[in-house]
């Protein structure tokens, strides 16, 4: 069916006028599905809610158009009608009924469209492109509005600027602009509706511990999704456990993973069966007080594995006990297998498994254990320690943050920040001016992808044996890619035509 693009514009919410029975007696018995419950007889024109979700541009009053072509109307109304079938879940007499007796309407929705020699795909095309332009100006790189655009659509539909006032509104918040670029990249959901109240919350309770707003924002990275709300359970729940504002501090500074990928109210969930198997609050306070990992969302999902295993096998609470309080850290760093699976491989019963476990509780991790898998993915590698040091190395060398090139560049280099940092000392030390080590690694990046020992090797070579001076490197950063016997031959024979003037001594080796 041939549609308009006129479905942002159909989210509104309609009062018409029924159908006339006089002109049509026989409608109700021709459509049994239509529910006449559904109808207003107060107003013969469509009404338009006063739902806060409405893009600003449709509060505007209709301009008036010249007369529309019998084809356009058409289109609208299939427009219309597909958006009602397949968006709103009308039933199809419905949906038919009021995509051709709602006039008015259709004609609202095409006064929205620039038609131009009866092209009607052009569709609120200005309204997107002047969105496009203020997340562009404000920062935010092209190859990640798509992104933006697929998670939040709603945003492409604000009317002018509207747009431009949320950004205001998290510039108020105490960020800075390119925090805010980050933030919404990250999660464009923030951009929708007013001012997220659970992010709001999640800054006031980092301002309370001693953490600076935009340190959680470096912190971030766009291929992860975050939510606010767990991160405010995680925050609550570490507070409640007894620590204390400085605890708190070390803990997310040390590992910002226990904050970004809390576990919420499972947190919760995890010391309620804690309690009731057996053990002491004051146990398990002074655990996640030595042990902080005890935290993250991998061990409380393997402790309540545990938990619900020895559950399974029968075991009784004093051994439940004694198990969770004595090994509870060391279990929690390995993921286990169901208890049938594991009766079945050893071919016992409930009762010998419970038997084997109690005797000697690590027999739990040999017998229950699962083999570790590598996932394959970008996800995986993902640490926020990591990413946060690889973007301070990277602003150091002039990338401008979350720039293009700078996304790039988050690629290309491979390793943790403070590798790349001591790769890059390395080459400063050898002799080389900072500015020039800054200039050549932006035309070469992958010089620091190699190791500190091959880099030293190299430049002793062109220091020790080559007889070029240091800075010859700067201008040919390409060298490091080379294989070192290759580039040795090359100089060897070099020598050798420079004794029998058969080449020019002036010019540089490449």
């Not at 980092?206 to 340190?215: A, D, F, N, V, Y």
């Not at 996640?288 to 938990?307: C, Q």
Request: aromatic content about 12%.
């Amino acid at each position: 069916m041939g549609t308009l693009s006129l479905h942002p514009n159909l989210n509104l919410f309609f009062l018409f006028h029924p159908p006339s029975t006089h002109k049509n007696p026989n409608f109700f018995h021709q459509n049994p599905n239509f529910s006449p419950s559904s109808l207003s007889l107060k107003s013969p024109i469509f009404h338009c809610s006063k739902s806060n979700h409405i893009p600003a541009i449709y509060q505007s009053t209709p301009t008036r158009i010249k007369r529309v072509s019998r084809a356009t109307k058409i289109k609208a109304q299939r427009a219309l009608l597909d958006y009602l079938l397949y968006t709103r879940n009308y039933a199809f007499p419905d949906a038919e009924f009021i995509s051709k007796n709602s006039p008015h309407f259709i004609h609202y929705l095409i006064s929205k469209i620039n038609i131009q020699d009866g092209d009607v795909f052009r569709s609120l095309r200005s309204v997107l492109v002047d969105n496009f332009h203020v997340l562009y100006n404000h920062g935010v790189p092209r190859n990640r509005i798509g992104k933006i655009y697929k998670e939040a659509r709603e945003v492409f539909w604000y009317g002018s600027g509207v747009l431009a006032k949320k950004f205001k509104n998290y510039e108020d918040l105490g960020l800075s602009k390119s925090s805010i670029v980050k933030l919404v990249i990250c999660c464009p959901l923030l951009l929708v509706g007013d001012v997220d109240p659970e992010f709001v919350a999640v800054l006031d309770w980092l301002k309370k511990i001693g953490i600076e707003s935009q340190w959680i924002v470096r912190c971030m990275s766009c291929i992860r999704k975050f939510s606010w709300k767990k991160m405010i359970d995680t925050i609550k729940f570490v507070h409640e456990v007894g620590y204390s504002e400085k605890q708190m501090y070390d803990l997310f500074k040390a590992d910002p993973r226990l904050l970004l990928e809390g576990s919420g109210k499972k947190m919760y969930l995890f010391l309620g069966r804690l309690i009731k198997s057996g053990v002491d609050v004051n146990v398990v306070r002074s655990c996640f007080a030595e042990h902080p990992d005890l935290l993250s969302r991998k061990s409380v999902n393997n402790l309540i594995a545990v938990i619900a295993f020895l559950y399974n096998i029968r075991m009784e609470q004093d051994d439940m006990e004694h198990v969770l309080t004595n090994y509870m850290h060391i279990l929690s760093k390995h993921s286990i297998k169901g208890h049938r699976t594991v009766c079945k491989e050893l071919r016992v019963g409930k009762a010998d498994l419970c038997r084997i476990i109690k005797d000697d509780p690590l027999e739990l991790i040999s017998l229950a254990s699962k083999l570790e898998q590598i996932r394959v993915g970008r996800e995986h590698y993902y640490d926020p320690r990591n990413y946060l040091d690889k973007t301070t190395f990277l602003l150091k060398l002039n990338y401008i943050e979350n720039s293009e090139e700078m996304e790039e560049a988050m690629e290309i280099f491979k390793g943790r920040g403070d590798r790349l940092q001591e790769r890059f000392d390395c080459l400063v030390e050898a002799g080389l001016d900072y500015n020039s080590v800054v200039r050549m690694i932006r035309r070469d990046p992958r010089i620091l992808n190699l190791n500190k020992t091959l880099l030293q090797k190299k430049l002793d070579f062109i220091k020790n044996t080559s007889g070029f001076p240091i800075e010859c490197v700067v201008g040919y950063p390409y060298y490091f890619s080379r294989d070192l016997g290759r580039v040795s031959a090359r100089f060897s024979m070099y020598q050798w035509l420079k004794k029998r003037n058969a080449i020019d001594p002036v010019k540089s080796f490449r």
